[in-house]
């Protein structure tokens, strides 16, 4: 009932940025968290940021600096500010958002996935 569409993914060289976003459509009542993961060949998908209906946000540690996570309410989508990329930030990044769709049920909703790739 909710679908969450990524764009922004690509190629960057090392030191340099890119910006992700993630809109939220369907039969939504509201959204309370929204967050970014990510999921590198071989390892498990790890959360990069997270920030509530309210702007709180949190960070893993080693994007914190670098990244900074953001929404807006009145479009549903939340965006990824990633700058001072490096190769180890490369992989797929999701995005997910849970809250309640009209109708009181709540849901929560994974993006199909945008590949990010830092490389000279």
């Known amino acids: 009932q909710v679908q969450l569409v990524e764009s922004g993914g690509g190629l960057v060289q090392p030191g340099g940025s890119l910006r992700l976003s993630c809109a939220a459509s369907g039969s939504i009542f509201s959204i309370y968290a929204m967050g970014w993961y990510r999921q ?3 390892k498990q998908r790890e959360l990069v940021a997270i920030i509530s209906s309210g702007g709180n946000t949190n960070y ?3 994007v914190k600096g670098r990244f ?3 929404r807006d309410n009145t ?3 939340v965006y990824l500010q990633m700058n001072s990329l490096k190769p180890e930030d490369t992989a797929v990044y ?3 958002a849970g809250g309640l769709v009209v ?3 709540e849901f929560g909703s994974w993006g199909q996935g ?3 790739t830092v490389s000279s």
């Open 94 to 96: 999701y995005c997910h």
């Open 68 to 70: 900074t996570i953001s």
């Open 40 to 42: 590198a060949p071989g």
């Open 103 to 105: 109708g009181g049920t």
């Open 60 to 62: 893993r540690d080693s």
């Open 75 to 77: 479009k549903n989508t």
């Open 114 to 116: 945008t590949q990010v």
